[in-house]
């Protein structure tokens, strides 16, 4: 049941418009996310903290992003209704979760449309969320530098300060980040990047792309979303992604080398953020890198 007083708050938000119902659609990182129906029959999105965080605003960081995109003129993620330093209200996707079973069209383009855009710099004008936490996004010319500092070695301390791994696992992840350069691109072209793009935060309906949620964007080498795009394998990320993709925006020959090192990212953030058992799906990649 959602109090009173933040649903008052979000009506003056939306002129006063009173809310006939609400529902809460997930409720992580000290967020809450809510589905609303108002009087006049229109759903939206509201997020919230209930639980506030001094250190970071990821609802802040997400509205920042949002508007970013709406300057772009994208329209593949929600528009924004109204915000303020606590709540976010955002338009509602229509969806369903009725995936496709192979790569459509209308998903790659919408990928290939963010990843076309390009920037002489790694990183972002403010620093940006995955799962509630911050994304340093200062920026930087070398992108080993970057991914390794910024994301990299940034998760893998986070962990190590709050709950270590085994030390064979931290061994082989400390001896990957001294030799990072005979593994990734040095200087790969700087892309924009939706930044967490999983399953979760791609949403369709009937099998047809509907639009993208809960961005935490930076310029960064597009692969890294590719590697992130291929990591589980959902099936409307078929065999022939990697071709379809490549037909718009190149793929390096040596990538499936060095797609293991991107994918650790993600799943060290896993093991942060959800879940210590995906320390076993981090020993299975770095067995695949072979430190």
């Known amino acids: 049941m959602i109090e009173q007083d933040i649903i008052l708050e979000i009506e003056k938000l939306l002129n006063n418009k009173k809310i006939l119902d609400s529902k809460l659609l997930s409720d992580s990182f000290g967020i809450n996310c809510l589905n609303i129906i108002t009087k006049d029959n229109k759903k939206f999105v509201v997020k919230y903290y209930y639980k506030k965080n001094d250190n970071f605003n990821a609802i802040k960081s997400e509205t920042d992003n949002l508007l970013f995109f709406s300057t772009r003129k994208s329209n593949y993620f929600p528009r924004i209704i109204n915000y303020n330093d606590k709540f976010l209200i955002m338009s509602f996707i229509d969806n369903n979760d009725n995936q496709p079973n192979k790569t459509s069209d209308d998903l790659l383009n919408a990928i290939i449309s963010i990843h076309s855009v390009k920037s002489e710099n790694y990183g972002f004008d403010f620093d940006t969320q995955i799962g509630g936490l911050r994304q340093i996004n200062s ?112 793929i390096d020959k040596y990538y499936l080398e060095y797609e293991p090192i991107y994918q650790l990212y993600y799943s060290l953030l896993n093991v942060y953020l959800w879940d210590r058992s995906y320390i076993e799906d981090v020993r299975r990649l770095l067995k695949r890198i072979k430190v």
């Open 139 to 250: 920026k930087s010319g070398n992108w080993k530098d970057f991914y390794t500092d910024k994301r990299l070695y940034y998760i893998f301390d986070l962990i190590n300060k709050n709950k270590p791994m085994d030390k064979e696992i931290n061994a082989k992840i400390d001896l990957l980040i001294k030799k990072i350069d005979n593994f990734i691109p040095n200087n790969p072209m700087s892309s924009l990047l939706h930044g967490d793009l999983w399953e979760g935060n791609i949403l369709f309906k009937n099998k047809k792309f509907v639009g993208l949620i809960d961005p935490g964007s930076f310029y960064g080498h597009n692969e890294l979303e590719v590697s992130y795009l291929r990591w589980f394998s959902p099936k409307f990320i078929d065999d022939n992604f990697l071709d379809k993709y490549n037909d718009h925006i190149k």
